[in-house]
């Protein structure tokens, strides 16, 4: 819980900082491109998570991954690594990325399935997103066949889980409390 809340701090002063430089969207491109770097690739997220490498390591690696980002991007990641914060740097990158969305007016719908979404579910779903919530909302789908079926729907910080693999465990929860 702490480190989310730091996370969030440093998103905020982050976004504070993009919006007094009318750099907003370039550093939203560098956030995005910091979350799919880190999601791909599992020796990122063990150097930044050791505790062994030591920091000025970690930032040439970052800064040789990330070259070309903007400078405040680049300052955000150096400052991090000085106050020892590196590993937080994926969380930081989603923050932003959600803050400045909602800046924006709009959001990100994050639905798992266990089979791809055909267009007339994917209208219906971001019609309910927008009418539930306000905003102009971008539907990603991402395919999880371990859920069974149904559908896992995040929004923000928001997360309505119906698929058949939690009703499952609910079930078997429920079974194992009742003998």
Sequence with gaps: ??????????????LDLAVDNKATSAIENDMRSIVATIADSSELREMLASPVIKGSDKKQVLSEVFKGSHAI???LITMLVD???????????????????????????HVTTAVP???????????KVESMTGNKVV??????????????????????????ANKLSSLKREFATSL
């Design 73 to 75: 991007s680049e300052g």
């Design 1 to 14: 819980m702490g480190n989310s809340r730091a996370a969030i701090r440093y998103a905020k002063a982050i």
């Design 139 to 164: 539907l990603e789908n991402k395919i999880d066949e371990s859920i069974v079926g149904g559908f896992i729907l995040r929004v923000g910080d928001l997360q309505y889980d119906a698929s058949i």
């Design 117 to 127: 979404l055909t267009a007339e579910m994917e209208k219906k779903i971001l019609n």
């Design 83 to 109: 106050n020892k914060r590196v590993s937080l740097l994926n969380e930081v990158a989603e923050k932003f990325i959600i803050l400045n969305e909602q800046l924006k007016g709009e959001g990100v719908a």
